[in-house]
């Protein structure tokens, strides 16, 4: 499986951000994708994750409410819809999948995207 993050950019905090991650190759049917982010001098965190299956999903505490993982199935593409951005959201956003449910853990995933950037200014 090969996946290609995009759409990292600069945007106002309060503002809206969506990443995609396109995944081509060979996709197993149940696998999950996962997006984690890692802040600046920090440790590469969980963020959300979705089910191809069946699409369920999950989010950590920072993330919900503001943030949506969808999936296009017809594009091979999962997404991160992140809305009411803090300066704290800035980090190279990840996206990773693998042949199991969603997971939190990164040695978990053995698929990943090269990362795009999301800064948030205050």
């Known amino acids: 499986v090969q996946l290609q993050a995009s759409g990292g950019g600069l945007v106002q905090a309060g503002g809206s951000l969506r990443v995609s991650c396109a995944a081509s190759g060979r996709t197993p049917s149940r696998y999950s994708v996962g997006w984690f982010r890692q802040p600046p001098g920090k440790e590469r965190e969980f963020v959300a994750g979705?089910?191809?299956?069946?699409?369920?999903?999950y989010y950590t505490d920072s993330a919900k409410g503001r943030f949506t993982i969808s999936r296009d199935s017809a594009k091979n593409t999962v997404y991160l819809q992140m809305d009411s951005l803090k300066p704290e959201d800035t980090a190279v956003y990840y996206c990773?999948?693998?042949?199991?449910?969603?997971?939190?853990?990164?040695?978990?995933?053995?698929?990943w995207g090269q990362g795009t950037l999301v800064t948030v200014s205050s």
């Open positions: 979705i089910s191809w299956s069946n699409g369920s999903t």
């Open positions: 990773a999948a693998d042949n199991h449910p969603i997971v939190t853990m990164i040695r978990r995933y053995s698929y």
